[in-house]
């Protein structure tokens, strides 16, 4: 079963704060008090062997290289819409901010063939789709019932409630981390030329 082969992969892996790899490499935050998960990123090496960029998978988008004010560089506009995910325990959860319109004008749904969430305006202003990655992970289908939103602020949420395979398997890997020692910053052992 895929929830089982993704469990073991997890288990498997080296879990240390630097991580590095041949293929496709992973890094998590977690807040140790807490037990959140802050950030999860992934990357690959390209074709030609080099560090890919990041692509965040959960957590806030990297702020954008800051230029200075007599730059004449483009940038992107600050009152774009801004999508993340920030998981709580029980749901994964998306934010979509800087969406100015009232709530009857939004309408969030799954579409199991495609399987993803779609997002969109009656006004046509807004269309989003994305994937749930942790369900195609481990190859669960996606359930309409556990999809819902509310709107606040300029602030799209839409959480999608964690199916109890999901719950057992970041329960297992919570364990796991439990194991870890943590590291302060500047505590990294660094080879010597």
């Not at 997890?10 to 240390?16: A, C, P």
């Not at 702020?63 to 993340?84: G, H, Q, T």
């Amino acid at each position: 079963m895929a929830v089982q082969s993704w469990a073991e992969l997890l288990r498997s892996s080296k879990k240390t704060a630097l991580i590095h790899d041949d293929g496709k490499e992973m890094a998590e935050e977690y807040d140790f008090k807490t037990d959140d998960l802050i950030v999860r990123k992934w990357r690959t090496k390209s074709t030609l062997g080099s560090q890919g960029q990041w692509q965040i998978e959960v957590g806030e988008p990297l702020a954008a290289n800051i230029a200075s004010l007599d730059s004449e560089m483009i940038k992107e506009n600050c009152s774009n819409p801004v999508f993340m995910r920030k998981d709580t325990k029980s749901c994964f959860q998306w934010r979509i901010r800087n969406l100015p319109y009232p709530k009857e004008v939004f309408s969030v749904s799954v579409e199991p063939s495609g399987r993803c969430c779609i997002v969109k305006t009656s006004n046509k202003k807004y269309y989003k789709k994305f994937s749930v990655p942790d369900l195609d992970r481990i190859q669960l289908p996606l359930d309409c019932s556990a999809l819902s939103f509310t709107y606040a602020n300029d602030t799209l949420i839409i959480s999608y409630k964690k199916p109890k395979e999901i719950l057992t398997l970041e329960h297992e890997l919570l364990r796991e981390l439990k194991k870890l020692k943590g590291t302060s910053e500047g505590d990294v052992d660094c080879k010597t030329q």
